[in-house]
Protein backbone atom coordinates (compact mmCIF):
# COMPACT_ATOMS: atom_id res chain seq x y z
CA UNK A 1 0.00 0.00 0.00
CA UNK A 2 1.62 3.03 -1.37
CA UNK A 3 1.45 6.42 0.83
CA UNK A 4 -0.85 7.94 -1.16
CA UNK A 5 -3.74 5.08 -0.76
CA UNK A 6 -6.67 6.32 1.35
CA UNK A 7 -8.85 3.77 3.95
CA UNK A 8 -12.33 4.26 4.21
CA UNK A 9 -13.15 1.91 7.04
CA UNK A 10 -16.91 0.36 8.07
CA UNK A 11 -17.45 2.54 10.45
CA UNK A 12 -18.13 5.69 7.58
CA UNK A 13 -21.60 3.27 7.11
CA UNK A 14 -22.36 3.41 10.67
CA UNK A 15 -22.29 7.14 10.98
CA UNK A 16 -23.91 7.86 7.16
CA UNK A 17 -26.33 5.64 8.76
CA UNK A 18 -27.56 5.31 12.55
CA UNK A 19 -25.60 8.36 13.39
CA UNK A 20 -26.57 11.07 11.11
CA UNK A 21 -30.17 11.56 11.96
CA UNK A 22 -31.68 12.31 15.65
CA UNK A 23 -35.06 11.49 14.17
CA UNK A 24 -35.91 8.47 12.64
CA UNK A 25 -38.92 9.94 10.55
CA UNK A 26 -36.25 12.12 8.61
CA UNK A 27 -35.82 8.93 6.73
CA UNK A 28 -39.24 9.82 5.07
CA UNK A 29 -38.13 13.15 3.91
CA UNK A 30 -34.71 11.60 2.26
CA UNK A 31 -36.56 9.02 0.21
CA UNK A 32 -38.75 11.81 -0.68
CA UNK A 33 -36.92 14.22 -2.07
CA UNK A 34 -34.77 11.64 -3.72
CA UNK A 35 -37.87 10.51 -5.63
CA UNK A 36 -38.87 14.82 -6.11
CA UNK A 37 -35.49 14.65 -8.09
CA UNK A 38 -36.76 11.72 -10.16
CA UNK A 39 -39.90 13.00 -11.21
CA UNK A 40 -38.38 16.29 -12.12
CA UNK A 41 -35.81 14.59 -14.26
CA UNK A 42 -38.70 12.38 -15.83
CA UNK A 43 -40.30 15.78 -16.72
CA UNK A 44 -37.43 16.92 -18.23
CA UNK A 45 -37.37 14.12 -20.32
CA UNK A 46 -40.47 14.28 -21.34
CA UNK A 47 -41.30 10.81 -19.57
CA UNK A 48 -43.83 12.87 -17.45
CA UNK A 49 -46.24 15.41 -19.14
CA UNK A 50 -46.01 17.60 -16.03
CA UNK A 51 -45.58 17.59 -12.57
CA UNK A 52 -48.78 16.46 -11.03
CA UNK A 53 -48.39 13.29 -13.54
CA UNK A 54 -45.83 12.06 -10.81
CA UNK A 55 -46.22 10.60 -7.42
CA UNK A 56 -44.98 9.31 -4.35
CA UNK A 57 -46.40 6.15 -3.25
CA UNK A 58 -45.51 5.72 0.59
CA UNK A 59 -46.97 2.40 2.16
CA UNK A 60 -46.81 0.90 6.09
CA UNK A 61 -47.47 -2.05 7.28
CA UNK A 62 -47.10 -1.92 11.14
CA UNK A 63 -48.07 -5.99 11.14
CA UNK A 64 -45.74 -6.90 8.82
CA UNK A 65 -43.40 -4.18 9.57
CA UNK A 66 -42.34 -3.10 6.73
CA UNK A 67 -42.56 0.47 4.58
CA UNK A 68 -41.83 1.04 1.09
CA UNK A 69 -41.39 3.89 -1.14
CA UNK A 70 -42.24 4.11 -4.84
CA UNK A 71 -42.64 6.78 -7.54
CA UNK A 72 -42.62 6.70 -11.34
CA UNK A 73 -39.68 9.18 -12.03
CA UNK A 74 -36.74 8.66 -14.47
CA UNK A 75 -34.85 5.31 -12.40
CA UNK A 76 -31.98 4.45 -13.05
CA UNK A 77 -30.20 2.89 -16.18
CA UNK A 78 -29.24 -0.48 -16.14
CA UNK A 79 -25.80 -0.24 -16.60
CA UNK A 80 -24.42 2.56 -13.97
CA UNK A 81 -26.76 0.65 -11.58
CA UNK A 82 -24.39 -0.62 -9.23
CA UNK A 83 -22.21 2.40 -9.38
CA UNK A 84 -24.71 4.72 -8.50
CA UNK A 85 -26.80 2.74 -6.21
CA UNK A 86 -23.69 1.23 -4.06
CA UNK A 87 -21.48 4.79 -4.59
CA UNK A 88 -21.54 6.38 -0.80
CA UNK A 89 -21.24 10.68 -0.72
CA UNK A 90 -20.03 10.61 -4.85
CA UNK A 91 -23.51 11.76 -6.17
CA UNK A 92 -23.32 13.75 -9.50
CA UNK A 93 -26.29 15.42 -8.95
CA UNK A 94 -26.15 19.86 -9.29
CA UNK A 95 -26.94 21.40 -5.87
CA UNK A 96 -28.14 24.31 -7.00
CA UNK A 97 -31.09 22.33 -8.83
CA UNK A 98 -31.56 18.76 -7.31
CA UNK A 99 -32.89 18.61 -3.48
CA UNK A 100 -30.54 15.30 -2.96
CA UNK A 101 -27.19 15.86 -4.05
CA UNK A 102 -24.63 14.12 -1.21
CA UNK A 103 -25.37 10.80 -2.29
CA UNK A 104 -26.15 9.71 1.15
CA UNK A 105 -29.84 9.67 1.12
CA UNK A 106 -30.55 5.92 -0.13
CA UNK A 107 -28.62 4.30 2.79
CA UNK A 108 -30.92 6.67 5.43
CA UNK A 109 -33.53 3.78 6.49
CA UNK A 110 -30.38 0.75 6.76
CA UNK A 111 -30.24 1.81 10.28
CA UNK A 112 -33.78 0.77 11.02
CA UNK A 113 -34.40 -2.34 8.91
CA UNK A 114 -33.05 -6.14 9.01
CA UNK A 115 -32.97 -5.67 4.65
CA UNK A 116 -33.12 -2.52 2.35
CA UNK A 117 -34.28 -3.65 -1.00
CA UNK A 118 -34.08 -0.73 -3.98
CA UNK A 119 -35.36 -1.66 -6.92
CA UNK A 120 -35.57 0.44 -10.28
CA UNK A 121 -35.96 0.48 -14.05
CA UNK A 122 -35.25 3.13 -16.80
CA UNK A 123 -38.24 3.85 -19.70
CA UNK A 124 -36.89 2.17 -23.01
CA UNK A 125 -34.81 -0.84 -21.34
CA UNK A 126 -36.81 -3.85 -21.00
CA UNK A 127 -35.35 -4.63 -17.45
CA UNK A 128 -34.94 -3.82 -14.26
CA UNK A 129 -32.20 -4.19 -11.16
CA UNK A 130 -32.46 -5.08 -7.76
CA UNK A 131 -30.08 -4.25 -4.97
CA UNK A 132 -30.30 -5.92 -1.32
CA UNK A 133 -28.70 -4.49 1.94
CA UNK A 134 -28.61 -7.14 4.52
CA UNK A 135 -29.31 -4.18 8.00
CA UNK A 136 -28.74 -7.16 10.11
CA UNK A 137 -25.38 -7.90 8.90
CA UNK A 138 -24.16 -4.95 8.82
CA UNK A 139 -24.95 -4.39 12.32
CA UNK A 140 -23.12 -7.42 13.17
CA UNK A 141 -20.06 -6.45 11.32
CA UNK A 142 -19.86 -3.17 12.73
CA UNK A 143 -20.01 -4.42 16.05
CA UNK A 144 -17.43 -6.76 15.87
CA UNK A 145 -14.20 -5.05 16.72
CA UNK A 146 -11.89 -7.95 15.46
CA UNK A 147 -13.77 -7.29 12.01
CA UNK A 148 -11.20 -4.79 10.38
CA UNK A 149 -12.88 -4.62 6.62
CA UNK A 150 -13.03 -1.15 4.98
CA UNK A 151 -16.21 0.05 3.68
CA UNK A 152 -16.03 -0.84 -0.17
CA UNK A 153 -15.18 -4.13 1.76
CA UNK A 154 -18.04 -4.20 3.59
CA UNK A 155 -20.45 -2.83 1.05
CA UNK A 156 -19.28 -5.93 -1.37
CA UNK A 157 -20.25 -8.49 1.57
CA UNK A 158 -23.86 -6.96 2.86
CA UNK A 159 -25.37 -6.63 -0.58
CA UNK A 160 -26.98 -8.55 -3.27
CA UNK A 161 -26.95 -7.33 -6.87
CA UNK A 162 -29.54 -8.61 -9.44
CA UNK A 163 -29.57 -6.99 -12.91
CA UNK A 164 -31.27 -7.99 -16.29
CA UNK A 165 -34.55 -8.93 -14.58
CA UNK A 166 -37.25 -9.07 -16.89
CA UNK A 167 -39.83 -5.55 -16.83
CA UNK A 168 -42.14 -3.83 -19.35
CA UNK A 169 -40.19 -1.28 -22.05
CA UNK A 170 -41.79 0.95 -20.83
CA UNK A 171 -41.86 1.10 -17.01
CA UNK A 172 -39.63 3.77 -15.43
CA UNK A 173 -39.53 3.83 -11.34
CA UNK A 174 -37.73 3.82 -8.22
CA UNK A 175 -38.75 1.35 -5.71
CA UNK A 176 -37.15 1.29 -1.98
CA UNK A 177 -38.32 -1.34 0.45
CA UNK A 178 -37.36 -1.79 4.37
CA UNK A 179 -37.95 -5.01 5.68
CA UNK A 180 -38.95 -6.09 9.67
CA UNK A 181 -38.66 -2.59 10.37
CA UNK A 182 -36.94 -1.69 14.19
CA UNK A 183 -38.46 1.59 15.07
CA UNK A 184 -41.80 1.47 15.84
CA UNK A 185 -42.27 5.94 15.06
CA UNK A 186 -41.57 4.45 11.32
CA UNK A 187 -44.64 2.51 11.71
CA UNK A 188 -46.61 4.92 12.80
CA UNK A 189 -49.02 5.82 10.07
CA UNK A 190 -50.76 9.10 11.83
CA UNK A 191 -47.08 10.29 12.98
CA UNK A 192 -45.66 9.68 9.73
CA UNK A 193 -48.43 12.00 7.98
CA UNK A 194 -48.35 14.83 10.61
CA UNK A 195 -44.64 14.51 9.85
CA UNK A 196 -44.86 14.78 6.18
CA UNK A 197 -47.09 17.36 6.09
CA UNK A 198 -44.83 20.03 7.49
CA UNK A 199 -41.91 18.71 6.18
CA UNK A 200 -42.33 17.63 2.33
CA UNK A 201 -43.07 19.68 -0.60
CA UNK A 202 -46.73 18.66 -0.55
CA UNK A 203 -49.62 20.96 -1.90
CA UNK A 204 -51.75 23.65 -0.10
CA UNK A 205 -54.93 22.29 0.31
CA UNK A 206 -57.47 25.46 -0.34
CA UNK A 207 -61.08 24.13 1.00
CA UNK A 208 -59.28 23.82 4.46
CA UNK A 209 -56.74 27.18 4.05
CA UNK A 210 -58.56 30.21 2.22
CA UNK A 211 -55.00 31.96 1.67
CA UNK A 212 -53.59 28.71 -0.21
CA UNK A 213 -53.62 31.02 -3.80
CA UNK A 214 -52.51 34.78 -2.43
CA UNK A 215 -49.34 32.90 -0.79
CA UNK A 216 -48.72 30.85 -4.05
CA UNK A 217 -49.27 34.21 -6.11
CA UNK A 218 -47.04 36.33 -3.69
CA UNK A 219 -44.23 33.58 -4.39
CA UNK A 220 -44.70 33.87 -7.73
CA UNK A 221 -44.49 37.22 -8.49
CA UNK A 222 -41.18 37.16 -6.16
CA UNK A 223 -39.62 34.44 -8.04
CA UNK A 224 -39.96 31.50 -5.75
CA UNK A 225 -40.34 28.45 -7.24
CA UNK A 226 -42.60 26.59 -4.54
CA UNK A 227 -43.75 23.22 -6.55
CA UNK A 228 -46.23 21.18 -4.44
CA UNK A 229 -46.13 17.17 -5.19
CA UNK A 230 -48.45 14.48 -4.75
CA UNK A 231 -47.20 12.54 -2.24
CA UNK A 232 -49.88 9.52 -0.53
CA UNK A 233 -49.40 7.80 2.49
CA UNK A 234 -51.68 4.19 2.31
CA UNK A 235 -53.30 5.71 -0.43
CA UNK A 236 -53.71 9.02 1.16
CA UNK A 237 -52.81 11.76 -0.21
CA UNK A 238 -51.00 14.28 1.79
CA UNK A 239 -51.85 18.32 1.61
CA UNK A 240 -49.90 21.10 4.27
CA UNK A 241 -50.92 21.21 7.23
CA UNK A 242 -52.14 25.04 7.37
CA UNK A 243 -55.87 25.74 8.49
CA UNK A 244 -57.95 28.48 8.13
CA UNK A 245 -58.84 28.21 12.43
CA UNK A 246 -56.69 27.96 15.20
CA UNK A 247 -57.42 25.32 17.98
CA UNK A 248 -57.64 24.17 21.33
CA UNK A 249 -57.37 20.61 22.82
CA UNK A 250 -60.55 20.78 25.08
CA UNK A 251 -61.13 16.94 26.40
CA UNK A 252 -61.99 15.15 23.50
CA UNK A 253 -63.09 17.69 21.42
CA UNK A 254 -60.96 20.46 20.07
CA UNK A 255 -62.11 23.92 20.18
CA UNK A 256 -61.66 27.23 17.61
CA UNK A 257 -60.02 29.60 19.27
CA UNK A 258 -58.72 32.05 17.26
CA UNK A 259 -58.64 32.49 13.34
CA UNK A 260 -56.09 33.78 10.52
CA UNK A 261 -57.49 37.13 9.18
CA UNK A 262 -54.36 37.48 6.88
CA UNK A 263 -51.01 37.33 5.44
CA UNK A 264 -47.93 39.10 5.11
CA UNK A 265 -44.61 38.50 2.89
CA UNK A 266 -41.11 39.42 3.93
CA UNK A 267 -37.83 39.65 1.79
CA UNK A 268 -34.60 39.11 2.96
CA UNK A 269 -31.75 40.84 1.29
CA UNK A 270 -27.74 40.72 1.28
CA UNK A 271 -25.68 43.79 2.05
CA UNK A 272 -25.36 44.08 -1.93
CA UNK A 273 -29.21 43.71 -2.42
CA UNK A 274 -29.08 39.84 -3.52
CA UNK A 275 -32.53 38.48 -2.58
CA UNK A 276 -31.63 35.81 0.43
CA UNK A 277 -35.30 34.57 1.00
CA UNK A 278 -38.50 35.08 0.24
CA UNK A 279 -41.14 34.27 4.01
CA UNK A 280 -45.07 34.73 4.46
CA UNK A 281 -46.47 34.69 7.94
CA UNK A 282 -49.76 34.85 9.14
CA UNK A 283 -51.66 37.21 11.18
CA UNK A 284 -54.37 36.06 13.50
CA UNK A 285 -57.36 37.58 15.31
CA UNK A 286 -56.41 37.60 18.77
CA UNK A 287 -52.48 37.71 18.35
CA UNK A 288 -51.89 34.91 20.46
CA UNK A 289 -49.72 31.63 21.22
CA UNK A 290 -50.79 29.06 19.28
CA UNK A 291 -50.74 25.60 20.61
CA UNK A 292 -48.75 22.81 19.87
CA UNK A 293 -52.19 20.66 19.56
CA UNK A 294 -52.10 22.23 15.89
CA UNK A 295 -49.82 20.91 13.38
CA UNK A 296 -48.63 24.47 11.95
CA UNK A 297 -47.51 26.82 14.43
CA UNK A 298 -43.88 28.94 14.12
CA UNK A 299 -42.41 30.01 10.87
CA UNK A 300 -40.40 27.49 9.42
CA UNK A 301 -37.16 27.39 6.89
CA UNK A 302 -38.13 25.93 3.79
CA UNK A 303 -35.01 25.06 0.76
CA UNK A 304 -36.60 23.63 -2.68
CA UNK A 305 -39.76 23.56 -0.39
CA UNK A 306 -38.50 21.35 1.81
CA UNK A 307 -37.71 21.97 5.69
CA UNK A 308 -34.65 22.56 6.83
CA UNK A 309 -34.76 22.14 10.76
CA UNK A 310 -37.88 22.18 12.48
CA UNK A 311 -40.51 24.34 14.27
CA UNK A 312 -37.91 25.97 16.53
CA UNK A 313 -34.98 26.43 14.20
CA UNK A 314 -36.18 29.89 13.79
CA UNK A 315 -37.06 30.53 17.35
CA UNK A 316 -33.69 31.43 18.52
CA UNK A 317 -34.07 34.86 16.82
CA UNK A 318 -36.62 36.08 19.35
CA UNK A 319 -35.67 38.01 21.92
CA UNK A 320 -38.83 35.99 23.73
CA UNK A 321 -39.40 32.52 22.31
CA UNK A 322 -43.11 32.56 22.94
CA UNK A 323 -44.00 35.46 19.90
CA UNK A 324 -42.31 33.07 17.20
CA UNK A 325 -45.86 30.91 18.30
CA UNK A 326 -47.75 33.55 17.79
CA UNK A 327 -47.38 32.82 14.05
CA UNK A 328 -46.82 30.10 11.39
CA UNK A 329 -45.25 30.65 8.12
CA UNK A 330 -42.24 29.90 5.72
CA UNK A 331 -38.91 31.37 4.79
CA UNK A 332 -38.44 30.03 1.64
CA UNK A 333 -34.20 29.90 1.03
CA UNK A 334 -33.84 30.93 -2.62
CA UNK A 335 -30.00 31.99 -2.88
CA UNK A 336 -27.91 29.78 -4.17
CA UNK A 337 -24.72 29.82 -1.64
CA UNK A 338 -27.30 29.02 1.01
CA UNK A 339 -27.21 25.16 1.03
CA UNK A 340 -28.60 22.77 4.10
CA UNK A 341 -25.80 20.80 5.86
CA UNK A 342 -26.05 17.20 5.69
CA UNK A 343 -28.50 16.64 8.41
CA UNK A 344 -30.33 19.21 6.77
CA UNK A 345 -30.96 20.99 9.95
CA UNK A 346 -29.83 24.39 9.33
CA UNK A 347 -27.34 25.76 6.91
CA UNK A 348 -23.67 25.07 5.89
CA UNK A 349 -21.19 27.70 7.18
CA UNK A 350 -20.65 30.65 4.52
CA UNK A 351 -19.99 33.67 3.48
CA UNK A 352 -23.20 34.91 2.99
CA UNK A 353 -24.80 33.06 6.63
CA UNK A 354 -24.14 35.51 8.56
CA UNK A 355 -25.72 38.27 6.47
CA UNK A 356 -28.55 35.73 6.28
CA UNK A 357 -28.28 35.57 9.83
CA UNK A 358 -28.02 39.51 10.33
CA UNK A 359 -31.58 39.80 8.51
CA UNK A 360 -33.69 36.96 10.29
CA UNK A 361 -33.04 38.84 13.72
CA UNK A 362 -34.55 42.23 12.12
CA UNK A 363 -37.39 40.25 11.38
CA UNK A 364 -37.67 38.75 14.36
CA UNK A 365 -37.55 42.01 15.80
CA UNK A 366 -39.92 43.10 13.53
CA UNK A 367 -42.57 40.65 14.66
CA UNK A 368 -41.67 40.92 18.29
CA UNK A 369 -42.79 44.78 17.66
CA UNK A 370 -45.98 43.29 16.04
CA UNK A 371 -46.79 40.91 18.96
CA UNK A 372 -46.09 43.78 21.70
CA UNK A 373 -47.92 45.96 19.98
CA UNK A 374 -51.10 43.68 19.26
CA UNK A 375 -50.47 42.78 23.02
CA UNK A 376 -51.56 46.57 23.70
CA UNK A 377 -54.36 46.52 21.21
CA UNK A 378 -55.76 44.31 22.84
CA UNK A 379 -55.54 45.16 26.46
CA UNK A 380 -57.30 48.58 25.55
CA UNK A 381 -59.87 47.68 23.88
CA UNK A 382 -60.51 44.87 26.99
CA UNK A 383 -60.51 48.44 29.08
CA UNK A 384 -63.04 50.26 26.81
CA UNK A 385 -65.34 47.38 27.13
CA UNK A 386 -64.45 46.47 30.55
CA UNK A 387 -66.07 50.49 30.96
CA UNK A 388 -68.96 49.96 28.80
CA UNK A 389 -69.79 46.91 31.08
CA UNK A 390 -69.13 48.96 34.33
CA UNK A 391 -71.58 51.58 32.88
CA UNK A 392 -74.34 49.09 31.86
CA UNK A 393 -74.22 47.65 35.65
CA UNK A 394 -75.07 50.77 36.92
CA UNK A 395 -77.58 51.92 34.69
CA UNK A 396 -78.88 48.34 35.29
CA UNK A 397 -78.64 48.50 39.12
CA UNK A 398 -80.03 52.29 39.67
CA UNK A 399 -82.94 51.18 37.05
CA UNK A 400 -83.73 48.49 38.83
CA UNK A 401 -83.20 49.40 42.76
CA UNK A 402 -80.43 47.00 43.14
CA UNK A 403 -78.26 49.06 45.41
CA UNK A 404 -77.66 48.31 49.23
CA UNK A 405 -77.31 51.80 50.40
CA UNK A 406 -76.19 55.28 49.49
CA UNK A 407 -72.72 54.37 50.46
CA UNK A 408 -73.14 51.24 47.83
CA UNK A 409 -74.30 53.51 45.35
CA UNK A 410 -71.03 55.86 45.88
CA UNK A 411 -68.81 53.07 45.69
CA UNK A 412 -70.06 52.07 42.18
CA UNK A 413 -69.82 55.56 41.30
CA UNK A 414 -65.87 55.97 42.33
CA UNK A 415 -65.82 52.40 40.23
CA UNK A 416 -67.53 53.84 37.19
CA UNK A 417 -64.75 56.77 37.32
CA UNK A 418 -62.14 54.89 37.69
CA UNK A 419 -62.90 52.82 34.97
CA UNK A 420 -63.81 55.46 32.89
CA UNK A 421 -60.32 57.02 33.39
CA UNK A 422 -58.64 53.92 32.53
CA UNK A 423 -60.89 53.95 29.08
CA UNK A 424 -59.90 57.14 28.03
CA UNK A 425 -56.16 56.28 28.95
CA UNK A 426 -57.01 53.11 26.78
CA UNK A 427 -58.82 55.30 23.62
CA UNK A 428 -55.94 57.14 23.67
CA UNK A 429 -53.24 54.28 23.40
CA UNK A 430 -55.48 52.79 20.19
CA UNK A 431 -55.54 56.20 18.50
CA UNK A 432 -51.33 55.64 18.69
CA UNK A 433 -51.65 52.37 17.62
CA UNK A 434 -53.61 53.20 14.74
CA UNK A 435 -51.46 56.30 13.81
CA UNK A 436 -48.46 53.57 14.22
CA UNK A 437 -50.07 51.39 11.53
CA UNK A 438 -49.78 53.65 8.62
CA UNK A 439 -46.07 52.30 8.66
CA UNK A 440 -46.49 48.82 9.50
CA UNK A 441 -48.22 46.95 6.66
CA UNK A 442 -48.78 43.87 9.16
CA UNK A 443 -49.70 46.39 12.00
CA UNK A 444 -52.67 47.91 10.38
CA UNK A 445 -53.94 44.83 8.95
CA UNK A 446 -54.49 43.80 12.24
CA UNK A 447 -55.75 47.13 13.48
CA UNK A 448 -58.27 47.51 10.48
CA UNK A 449 -59.58 44.10 11.32
CA UNK A 450 -60.69 44.45 14.74
CA UNK A 451 -61.89 48.09 14.10
CA UNK A 452 -64.05 46.85 11.73
CA UNK A 453 -65.54 43.75 13.39
CA UNK A 454 -65.49 44.96 17.20
CA UNK A 455 -68.83 44.95 18.74
CA UNK A 456 -68.36 48.12 21.11
CA UNK A 457 -66.58 51.32 19.55
CA UNK A 458 -63.21 52.56 21.31
CA UNK A 459 -64.55 56.34 21.12
CA UNK A 460 -68.38 55.10 22.44
CA UNK A 461 -68.10 55.50 26.13
CA UNK A 462 -71.58 55.86 27.94
CA UNK A 463 -72.40 58.68 30.89
CA UNK A 464 -74.03 57.53 33.77
CA UNK A 465 -77.28 58.87 34.80
CA UNK A 466 -76.87 62.62 36.49
CA UNK A 467 -76.93 61.70 40.15
CA UNK A 468 -79.98 64.26 41.03
CA UNK A 469 -81.87 62.05 38.51
CA UNK A 470 -84.27 59.39 40.53
CA UNK A 471 -86.02 56.14 38.78
CA UNK A 472 -89.34 56.37 37.60
CA UNK A 473 -91.40 55.26 40.61
CA UNK A 474 -89.32 57.54 42.80
CA UNK A 475 -87.35 54.66 44.63
CA UNK A 476 -83.46 53.92 44.94
CA UNK A 477 -82.34 51.32 46.91
CA UNK A 478 -83.55 47.80 47.31
CA UNK A 479 -85.26 48.28 50.60
CA UNK A 480 -87.70 50.97 49.21
CA UNK A 481 -89.34 47.31 47.68
CA UNK A 482 -90.55 46.19 50.58
CA UNK A 483 -93.69 47.52 50.80
CA UNK A 484 -94.93 45.86 53.73
CA UNK A 485 -92.92 48.21 55.96
CA UNK A 486 -93.08 51.91 56.32
CA UNK A 487 -90.29 54.16 55.23
CA UNK A 488 -88.61 54.13 58.38
CA UNK A 489 -88.49 50.90 58.90
CA UNK A 490 -87.39 50.37 55.04
CA UNK A 491 -84.47 52.77 55.78
CA UNK A 492 -83.43 50.55 58.79
CA UNK A 493 -83.37 47.81 57.06
CA UNK A 494 -81.26 49.35 54.38
CA UNK A 495 -78.56 49.92 57.06
CA UNK A 496 -78.84 46.28 58.03
CA UNK A 497 -78.39 45.58 54.04
CA UNK A 498 -75.07 47.86 54.28
CA UNK A 499 -74.19 45.59 56.93
CA UNK A 500 -74.81 42.81 55.16
CA UNK A 501 -73.11 43.54 52.15
CA UNK A 502 -70.21 44.48 53.65
CA UNK A 503 -69.84 41.39 55.86
CA UNK A 504 -71.08 38.05 53.94
CA UNK A 505 -70.02 36.78 50.44
CA UNK A 506 -72.21 37.32 47.80
CA UNK A 507 -74.13 34.04 47.73
CA UNK A 508 -74.85 34.41 51.01
CA UNK A 509 -76.07 37.93 50.85
CA UNK A 510 -78.72 37.33 47.89
CA UNK A 511 -80.09 34.30 49.85
CA UNK A 512 -80.41 36.67 52.81
CA UNK A 513 -82.10 39.15 51.22
CA UNK A 514 -84.19 37.36 49.11
CA UNK A 515 -85.68 35.66 52.35
CA UNK A 516 -86.11 39.91 53.67
CA UNK A 517 -87.73 40.49 50.35
CA UNK A 518 -90.01 36.97 50.51
CA UNK A 519 -90.94 37.72 53.76
CA UNK A 520 -91.36 41.73 53.43
CA UNK A 521 -93.12 41.62 50.17
CA UNK A 522 -92.18 42.60 46.69
CA UNK A 523 -92.07 46.47 45.74
CA UNK A 524 -95.04 48.05 43.82
CA UNK A 525 -96.67 50.50 42.73
CA UNK A 526 -98.23 51.86 45.86
CA UNK A 527 -96.74 52.77 49.02
Keep these: MSNDDVLIGKNI ?6 GMYHNPLVIFREYIQNSIDAINEAVDLGLLAELSDGDVQIYIDSTKKYVTFEDN ?32 GRLAGLAYCDELIIETSYKGEPTKTILRWDGKKLRNIIGDRTDTKLASEVIKDITTFENNLSESKDAHYFKVKLQNVKNEKLLNVSSVQKYLRMVAPVNFYTPRFMF ?73 KQ ?24 EFTFQKFFRENRFHRYFYGEI ?58 EVEKFEKTFESQEFYSPQHEEEEKEKLEKAKEKAEKAEKKLHRLREQAEDDVSLKRFVDYRTNTQTTKPEATVEPKPEDKEPKNGKKYKANKLSKLSKKEQKLVGEIYEIIRTVLSPDLQNNLIYKIEERFGPANNGE
Design 287 to 310: MQLIPAYNEAWGIRFRKGNIQIGD
Design 13 to 18: IEILTT
Design 73 to 104: GVGVPSETAWSILTSIAASKKDRTKNLGFRGI
Design 212 to 284: TKPILEGLADRDVECDGYRIFVNMEELFKGYRNFIYKNDGDKKRSIDEIIDIDFIELHSKDNQLLAVGWYTLT
Design 332 to 389: HVIHEELFPNGQRDYFDECELLSEFEDQLQKFANKLHGLCRKASDWNTAEKSVASCST
